[in-house]
């Protein structure tokens, strides 16, 4: 007996429960890949502040006359194109994908310390089937305050991740290479 027979012979499996169970699974396929997006903000997020901090804390200069100067004009906007692309900013499926808003770099110099904040916005995600019911009736008790905030992330505001590193200023600046670089 051929496979072709043996395949063609046997009853078919009811499409019923393939049909009806297809949407669920599509629908728990699309909120497990959203929720693991943000997860992924999150993680680019601390690898970003971490190379931002500590190429700042190399590079920049102590003295005022380089802080205004080659520090902020150079420096610090390079370091952001850096890290906008190292988020995903640029690529625009990227950017959709992990529902990005804007992306800032600040540094706040004092005496002893600089400290580099790093603030990544996003859209709400909008998941459709979470977002259809009402807020008060998803977060009535014993939910409460963090329900609110979870719904408000998922379905009106979208949310800002926050990074401060704080790094000790140099006297005197090296350039950032990796190591067995042969860039000089």
Known sequence: MSIFKFI???KGQATTEVVLLFPIFFILTLFIVKIYGLLVIVQKTEIASFYAA????LESHFYAKYTNGWDNTF???DIEKKVLEYIGFNNPSTRKFLSLR?????????????NVILKVSTYPPNIPFLCSYDIRQVCKRPYGMACERGYNFLCNKGGTIEVIKAVPNR???ISFRLPNSKAK
């Open 8 to 10: 063609s012979s046997r």
């Open 54 to 57: 500590k190429r700042w804390q």
């Open 75 to 77: 420096l610090k906007k």
């Open 102 to 114: 804007k992306v800032e770099l600040d540094i706040e110099r004092t005496s002893v310390w600089n």
């Open 171 to 173: 006297d005197r600046p």
